[in-house]
């Protein structure tokens, strides 16, 4: 008996350690590190430098306005297209073709962009082609809402479109049974039954969308500032990581305040197969 | 001689008592059925004696050595699981030979085996079948030839026809008991289903609620059920309060009749059970009783005729005759019908008493 | 009715163009001779000359393909290990999928901060192991939440059967249980490849001066304007995309096949 819970113990010993060391010891660490001073003692000064400054709650607001619009701007072409694809006959392949883009490293897409959003790009040629003349779209705020909704795209038509698939046909049969409309049947039992999907997919958006850093540095220029390039900037940049972690502890609390308002993946099972 | 043995044997898991107290024997080369509702620990006492669980108190013996906490992979005991259990990843050969591949038989010796179990389960031609061909009683007998092939003293089947069609069930009830006969092996075959039961055994187990009710034939337990319980679980039949006068004659709904139970304290309250198909139908002026026909269900091979008495009593009659619903009619049995329960008795006792007033010894296994 | 349908279908279109636009237009210029990627010049292979040429930018892809391969295969064995402890766990269950998770929904400027803390911490050099482990780390959980479902629906008898026919804990396990879990291990192995390989943030924040994967030397490249050696790269990179997600469906498709009960 205890040989066995031995030879157990030892099996599943580096997945013990790896919660330990890389899941909870991480975290205390940047929760420790956002109340230490740049001279190594313990200190809000960092809370007060952040609470008190104009720039940073600014820029905190405006990450999560552009979180916003980036969400916002996803579900309303994500959930027309996952409904349009679960009516296709051959869905999987369709979804299949949806999600291949998330196979190509995202620093890839978002490098094309700097082709088409560039001044004698095509998108500028369209423009000046319907006589609305040349704008400059790169480095804008434009740019990085319109890039990073078409790299979020697939995340969210994912869970909405596993939702919609998920609803039993006899569930709408019924309804249109019971005398409903089919655009009444959309709103009284397919859109709930999705809701947890549709919850799944803003929290897959929407947390990435206040973090990213990347495509503001390549797209938006330094013009847009989120929490993720503020983060970026204070630990590789200033090294000011005391700060740098205090934005990160922020940016957790607004991860965990957007889970608890969208509870998306205990809601999936309502709309599930099994039923 | 017994082959296995449970001797106050107890298992409980968490803070539920699932086996109180059971003991039992189980002898060389007999089909034994262990009967319950779920959740009464039938498959507790399975999963004991395959090994996957070890009891908290008592003793389970095999071949007369205690064998409480040899794991499963020691014992000469094999499962036909309810799910059958089949492994997804192995053709019909493959998981046939599981067992003799891990014993490292000679590879001639695992195919012959392993075909000589096919052909016992009618699946000769089936061993390079991959498992999804195969329908589910096809997969059932995969899973006896699976258990058999490692030749074990005992094989245990945990509800194993539980999952398949009404006609198939049957006909494999048959080929279970003529397989059980070929091989003389011990089957101890675990059912919440007491046709099933009825019809495959020699001995059946009654289990509820962690206890052994009775045990005995088929034939027994059906005539002489011990008590409320197995009388209501086992077949159907009008079970009612009585009083006992005397021996040879009780009192039922203020009415007396006779019986053919002695040495029971007169005036001691017992039941009666009383078989729906133990009651004809008759004319009021013969009947014993008289009662007014409320319902009538054709089933096949009888009637479920629902009638109720002049005192206002509920009767359920088998009957291969039609009645008309809303009739007055008379119910009419004999003496023998009548099996009179006493309160709390045991098995030993019962034995005890049908033995003293019985010149035919009633020998009891 | 119909005029909606085909309004959706236009929808589609557009939709399914707009996602494809990007990948093809750098696939375009990539066969341009110029160095924009404006104004298609003429057809040339010459940036893919000049990529097969560039010493530093194969051994960054060897670099990021060791990377990927050690770290989706040590997740994987770990991961395992990790989703049948967790399946065993009857009272912490909930408890240990929180902690598993963690890593699955933070950001990634989190983990890649929180980890370079944590290896300054520990001192350790930052480089290729810094990044392997944190590959290892980011992996772990996704292979865990592939493998957990088909451990929970794989039926408890079939571990018992293996017992009950006399196999020992080790036959049971690497005979009956992995063959049966193989499907979720295969999608965990897969899905830690492509979060691997698919990685930036983290690698950014772990990596030190001498070590470098294709995102990040992309991205360094990025800074300095267009380059069409890279719209080649992705062009090399779009079609292995292809092939894996070709092997993956296949493997997918077989593992769904032999799930069958």
Same mark, same amino acid.
């Given at each position: 008996?205890?040989?066995?819970? =031995?030879?157990?113990?030892?099996?599943?010993?580096?997945?013990?350690?790896?919660?330990?060391? =890389?899941?909870?010891?991480?975290?205390?660490?940047?929760?420790?590190?956002?109340?230490?001073?740049?001279?190594?003692?313990?200190?809000?000064?960092?809370?007060?430098?952040?609470?008190?400054?104009?720039?940073?709650?600014?820029?905190?607001?405006?990450?999560?306005?552009?979180?916003?619009?980036?969400?916002?701007?996803?579900?309303?072409?994500?959930?027309?297209?996952?409904?349009?694809?679960?009516?296709?006959?051959?869905?999987?392949?369709?979804?299949?073709?949806?999600?291949?883009?998330?196979?190509?490293?995202?620093?890839?897409? %978002?490098?094309?962009?700097?082709?088409?959003?560039?001044?004698?790009?095509?998108?500028?040629?369209?423009?000046?082609?319907?006589?609305?003349?040349?704008?400059?779209?790169?480095?804008?705020?434009?740019?990085?809402?319109?890039?990073?909704?078409?790299?979020?795209?697939?995340?969210?038509?994912?869970?909405?479109?596993?939702?919609?698939?998920?609803?039993?046909?006899?569930?709408?049969?019924?309804?249109?049974?019971?005398?409903?409309?089919?655009?009444? &049947?959309?709103?009284?039992?397919?859109?709930?039954?999705?809701? +947890?999907?549709?919850?799944?997919? /803003?929290?897959?958006?929407?947390?990435?969308?206040?973090?990213?850093?990347?495509?503001?540095?390549?797209?938006?220029?330094?013009?847009? /500032?989120?929490?993720? %390039?503020?983060?970026?900037?204070?630990?590789?940049? &200033?090294?000011?990581?005391?700060?740098?972690?205090?934005?990160?502890?922020?940016?957790?609390?607004?991860?965990?305040?957007?889970?608890?308002?969208?509870?998306?993946?205990?809601?999936?099972?309502?709309?599930?197969?099994?039923? | 001689?017994?082959?296995?043995? =449970?001797?106050?044997?107890?298992?409980?898991?968490?803070?539920?008592?699932?086996?109180?107290?059971?003991?039992?024997?189980?002898?060389?080369?007999?089909?034994?059925?262990?009967?319950?509702?779920?959740?009464?620990?039938?498959?507790?006492?399975?999963?004991?004696?395959?090994?996957?669980?070890?009891?908290?108190?008592?003793?389970?013996?095999?071949?007369?050595?205690?064998?409480?906490?040899?794991?499963?992979?020691?014992?000469?005991?094999?499962?036909?699981?309810?799910?059958?259990?089949?492994?997804?990843?192995?053709?019909?050969?493959?998981?046939?030979?599981?067992?003799?591949?891990?014993?490292?038989?000679?590879?001639?010796?695992?195919?012959?085996?392993?075909?000589?179990?096919?052909?016992?389960?009618?699946?000769?031609?089936?061993?390079?079948?991959?498992?999804?061909?195969?329908?589910?009683?096809?997969?059932?007998?995969?899973?006896?030839?699976?258990?058999?092939?490692?030749?074990?003293?005992?094989?245990?089947?945990?509800?194993?026809?539980?999952?398949?069609?009404?006609?198939?069930?049957?006909?494999?009830? %048959?080929?279970?008991?003529?397989?059980?006969?070929?091989?003389?092996?011990?089957? #101890?075959?675990?059912?919440?289903?007491?046709?099933?039961?009825?019809?495959?055994?020699?001995?059946?187990?009654?289990?509820?609620?962690?206890?052994?009710?009775?045990?005995?034939?088929?034939?027994? /337990?059906?005539?002489?059920?011990?008590?409320?319980?197995?009388?209501?679980?086992?077949?159907?039949?009008?079970? #009612?309060?009585?009083?006992?006068?005397?021996?040879?004659?009780?009192?039922?709904?203020?009415?007396?009749?006779?019986?053919?139970?002695?040495?029971?304290?007169?005036?001691?309250?017992?039941?009666?059970?009383?078989?729906?198909?133990?009651?004809?139908? %008759? &004319?009021?002026?013969?009947?014993?009783?008289?009662?007014?026909?409320?319902?009538?269900?054709?089933?096949?091979?009888?009637?479920?005729?629902?009638?109720?008495?002049?005192?206002?009593?509920?009767?359920?009659?088998?009957?291969?005759?039609?009645?008309?619903?809303?009739?007055? #009619?008379?119910?009419?049995?004999?003496?023998?019908?009548?099996?009179?329960?006493?309160?709390?008795?045991?098995?030993?006792?019962?034995?005890?008493?049908?033995?003293?007033?019985?010149?035919?010894?009633?020998?009891?296994? | 009715?119909?005029?909606?349908?085909?309004? +959706?279908?236009?929808?589609?279109?557009?939709?399914?163009?707009?996602?494809?636009?990007?990948?093809?237009?750098?696939?375009?210029?990539?066969?341009?001779?110029?160095?924009?990627?404006?104004?298609?010049?003429?057809?040339?292979?010459?940036?893919?000359?000049?990529?097969?040429?560039?010493?530093?930018?194969?051994?960054?892809?060897?670099?990021?393909?060791?990377?990927?391969?050690?770290?989706?295969?040590?997740?994987?064995?770990?991961?395992?290990?990790?989703?049948?402890?967790?399946?065993?766990?009857?009272?912490?269950?909930?408890?240990?999928?929180?902690?598993?998770?963690?890593?699955?929904?933070?950001?990634?400027?989190?983990?890649?901060?929180?980890?370079?803390?944590?290896?300054?911490?520990?001192?350790?050099?930052?480089?290729?192991?810094?990044?392997?482990?944190?590959?290892?780390?980011?992996?772990?959980?996704?292979?865990?939440?592939?493998?957990?479902?088909?451990?929970?629906?794989?039926?408890?008898?079939?571990?018992?059967?293996?017992?009950?026919?006399?196999?020992?804990?080790?036959?049971?396990?690497?005979?009956?249980?992995?063959?049966?879990?193989?499907?979720?291990?295969?999608?965990?192995? =897969?899905?830690?490849?492509?979060?691997?390989?698919?990685?930036?943030?983290?690698?950014?924040?772990?990596?030190?001066?001498?070590?470098?994967?294709?995102?990040?030397?992309?991205?360094?490249?990025?800074?300095?304007?267009?380059?069409?050696?890279?719209?080649?790269?992705?062009?090399?990179?779009?079609?292995?995309?292809?092939?894996?997600?070709?092997?993956?469906?296949?493997?997918?498709?077989?593992?769904?096949?032999?799930?069958?009960?």
């Amino acid at each position: 008996m205890t040989k066995h819970n =031995f030879g157990r113990l030892f099996f599943t010993l580096p997945y013990y350690l790896w919660l330990l060391l =890389f899941v909870i010891a991480p975290l205390v660490l940047i929760f420790y590190q956002s109340f230490l001073g740049l001279d190594g003692h313990l200190t809000v000064q960092n809370y007060l430098t952040y609470a008190r400054s104009a720039t940073y709650l600014k820029m905190t607001l405006n990450s999560v306005w552009y979180a916003f619009l980036i969400t916002a701007i996803t579900l309303m072409i994500a959930y027309p297209l996952a409904y349009l694809i679960a009516q296709l006959k051959r869905r999987d392949f369709w979804l299949a073709l949806m999600i291949l883009p998330t196979w190509i490293n995202l620093l890839l897409k %978002t490098y094309a962009f700097i082709g088409i959003l560039s001044q004698s790009g095509p998108l500028n040629a369209l423009t000046k082609a319907l006589g609305l003349g040349s704008h400059q779209l790169l480095f804008t705020d434009a740019a990085f809402v319109i890039v990073a909704a078409y790299i979020e795209l697939p995340f969210m038509v994912l869970p909405i479109y596993n939702a919609i698939v998920g609803i039993r046909p006899s569930l709408i049969n019924a309804s249109l049974d019971l005398g409903a409309s089919r655009v009444q &049947t959309f709103w009284r039992v397919i859109f709930p039954l999705t809701k +947890g999907g549709v919850e799944a997919g /803003i929290q897959a958006v929407f947390i990435p969308a206040l973090s990213l850093f990347m495509i503001t540095r390549l797209i938006g220029g330094n013009r847009v /500032i989120t929490l993720g %390039t503020a983060i970026e900037e204070h630990f590789l940049t &200033t090294q000011n990581w005391g700060l740098g972690s205090t934005i990160g502890v922020v940016l957790v609390v607004a991860m965990l305040i957007v889970m608890l308002l969208t509870d998306g993946a205990n809601a999936v099972k309502k709309g599930g197969k099994r039923g | 001689m017994a082959i296995l043995k =449970f001797a106050g044997v107890k298992k409980g898991f968490g803070d539920t008592e699932i086996l109180k107290d059971i003991s039992f024997e189980i002898e060389e080369g007999k089909f034994y059925t262990i009967l319950g509702p779920s959740g009464s620990g039938k498959t507790t006492i399975l999963r004991l004696i395959a090994g996957f669980d070890q009891p908290d108190g008592g003793a389970i013996y095999f071949d007369g050595k205690q064998i409480n906490d040899l794991p499963a992979n020691k014992r000469q005991v094999n499962t036909v699981f309810q799910d059958y259990a089949l492994f997804p990843n192995l053709n019909v050969f493959e998981n046939v030979a599981f067992g003799l591949r891990l014993q490292r038989m000679k590879k001639r010796a695992i195919q012959l085996r392993a075909q000589e179990a096919l052909a016992l389960v009618h699946l000769g031609g089936y061993a390079h079948r991959e498992l999804d061909e195969l329908s589910g009683g096809q997969q059932q007998r995969v899973a006896i030839a699976r258990a058999i092939a490692n030749r074990p003293k005992v094989l245990l089947l945990d509800e194993a026809l539980s999952a398949l069609d009404h006609k198939l069930r049957k006909e494999m009830q %048959t080929e279970l008991r003529q397989l059980q006969r070929q091989l003389g092996i011990t089957f #101890i075959f675990v059912t919440h289903d007491q046709e099933e039961a009825l019809a495959m055994s020699d001995q059946i187990m009654i289990i509820n609620e962690g206890y052994i009710e009775q045990s005995g034939t088929p034939v027994d /337990i059906y005539d002489e059920p011990l008590n409320h319980f197995v009388a209501d679980f086992i077949g159907e039949s009008n079970i #009612i309060p009585a009083t006992m006068v005397k021996d040879f004659v009780v009192e039922i709904n203020g009415k007396q009749f006779t019986c053919v139970d002695a040495g029971i304290t007169p005036g001691e309250a017992v039941e009666v059970v009383l078989r729906p198909e133990d009651l004809d139908i %008759t &004319t009021v002026e013969s009947g014993k009783l008289a009662a007014t026909v409320d319902s009538q269900l054709f089933r096949g091979v009888d009637y479920q005729i629902m009638v109720h008495d002049r005192d206002g009593h509920e009767w359920k009659i088998n009957s291969i005759h039609k009645t008309t619903v809303g009739k007055e #009619i008379g119910i009419t049995f004999d003496p023998e019908d009548i099996h009179v329960m006493r309160k709390g008795e045991s098995q030993a006792a019962f034995n005890a008493r049908l033995a003293s007033y019985q010149e035919v010894d009633h020998d009891q296994a | 009715m119909k005029k909606f349908f085909s309004l +959706g279908r236009l929808f589609l279109a557009l939709v399914f163009f707009l996602m494809y636009l990007p990948i093809f237009y750098l696939i375009y210029y990539s066969f341009s001779s110029g160095s924009r990627m404006d104004g298609f010049k003429h057809f040339s292979l010459v940036h893919y000359q000049t990529l097969f040429a560039d010493t530093r930018m194969i051994s960054i892809v060897l670099n990021t393909l060791i990377i990927a391969l050690l770290a989706a295969l040590i997740s994987t064995i770990i991961g395992t290990s990790g989703a049948l402890a967790i399946n065993r766990a009857k009272r912490s269950r909930r408890q240990l999928l929180v902690l598993n998770n963690i890593l699955m929904v933070s950001p990634d400027v989190i983990i890649g901060a929180s980890f370079l803390i944590f290896f300054t911490f520990l001192g350790v050099q930052l480089g290729f192991w810094s990044v392997l482990l944190s590959h290892i780390a980011f992996c772990i959980p996704i292979v865990v939440l592939m493998v957990l479902p088909q451990v929970r629906t794989m039926p408890r008898s079939l571990t018992d059967a293996a017992y009950d026919l006399g196999a020992s804990r080790w036959q049971a396990f690497s005979q009956v249980t992995i063959p049966a879990i193989a499907p979720g291990i295969r999608a965990g192995f =897969f899905m830690a490849l492509t979060y691997s390989l698919d990685d930036f943030a983290v690698t950014f924040f772990v990596t030190g001066n001498g070590f470098s994967t294709l995102a990040v030397e992309i991205y360094s490249r990025a800074r300095q304007g267009i380059d069409l050696e890279i719209n080649a790269l992705s062009t090399v990179m779009f079609l292995v995309s292809l092939v894996l997600v070709f092997i993956y469906s296949r493997f997918s498709v077989k593992g769904k096949g032999a799930a069958v009960k």
